[in-house]
T-cell receptor, first 113, second 110 residues
Framework: EPEVTQTPSHQVTQMGQEVILRCVPISNHLYFYWYRQILGQKVEFLVSFYNNEISEKSEIFDDQFSVERPDGSNFTLKIRSTKLEDSAMYFC???????????FGAGTRLSVL | DAKTTQPTSMDCAEGRAANLPCNHSTISGNEYVYWYRQIHSQGPQYIIHGLKNNETNEMASLIITEDRKSSTLILPHATLRDTAVYYCIVRVGNTDKLIFGTGTRLQVFP
């Protein structure tokens, strides 16, 4: 069964460093998403992406964040200068079409020290 | 904010049916109800969705009331592996994002 793959499973970084979280969406999907979940809190939407453009973003997704689809298979989330409060699980999701079922990856745990 | 209200937690005996309620009294006519679950800190897993008819798949059944103001997710024969947080989500019409609430923590016990 096709699945969304995220790497790494755990990323440890120092405050102020740049991190890139990687995702391989399901192959025929065209819509891509990032969500995050701070420990003990709700899953929060960050950004949606279609046709090489951001479709929608939340207030959390400020200038420190960016997304990119560098090739035909990867979808990345970059945080330019990490802060302690960026520590969270980051989930990538993909969907075959807009407002269709979103399938989530297992997540990347980001720990900012 | 989420448009749904769910109980904080529920228990269910293994092998019995788990019935998870959800209230969505402000749902609009074209808004779907989705159910996801999250086991430990894994990624949310899609379970089922519906608009106004009852739905069934290999994982669960979804019963939506005629006025669409509430729904129930039914796991017909709960197993220990069904222990998870279950999220009822109303897919708001003008956005593609999923808005997660706090969900129901289902504990299946032997």
């Amino acid at each position: 069964e096709p699945e969304v793959t995220q790497t790494p499973s755990h990323q440890v970084t120092q405050m102020g460093q740049e991190v890139i979280l990687r995702c391989v969406p399901i192959s025929n999907h065209l819509y891509f998403y990032w969500y995050r979940q701070i420990l003990g809190q709700k899953v929060e939407f960050l950004v949606s992406f279609y046709n090489n453009e951001i479709s929608e973003k939340s207030e959390i997704f400020d200038d420190q964040f960016s997304v990119e689809r560098p090739d035909g298979s990867n979808f990345t989330l970059k945080i330019r200068s990490t802060k302690l409060e960026d520590s969270a699980m980051y989930f990538c999701a993909s969907s075959i079409s807009e407002k269709n079922i979103q399938y989530f990856g297992a997540g990347t745990r980001l720990s900012v020290l | 904010d989420a448009k749904t209200t769910q109980p904080t937690s529920m228990d269910c005996a293994e092998g019995r049916a788990a019935n998870l309620p959800c209230n969505h009294s402000t749902i609009s006519g074209n808004e779907y109800v989705y159910w996801y679950r999250q086991i430990h800190s894994q990624g949310p897993q899609y379970i089922i969705h519906g608009l106004k008819n009852n739905e069934t798949n290999e994982m669960a059944s979804l019963i939506i009331t005629e006025d669409r103001k509430s729904s129930t997710l039914i796991l017909p024969h709960a197993t220990l592996r069904d222990t998870a947080v279950y999220y009822c989500i109303v897919r708001v019409g003008n956005t593609d994002k999923l808005i997660f609430g706090t969900g129901t923590r289902l504990q299946v016990f032997p």
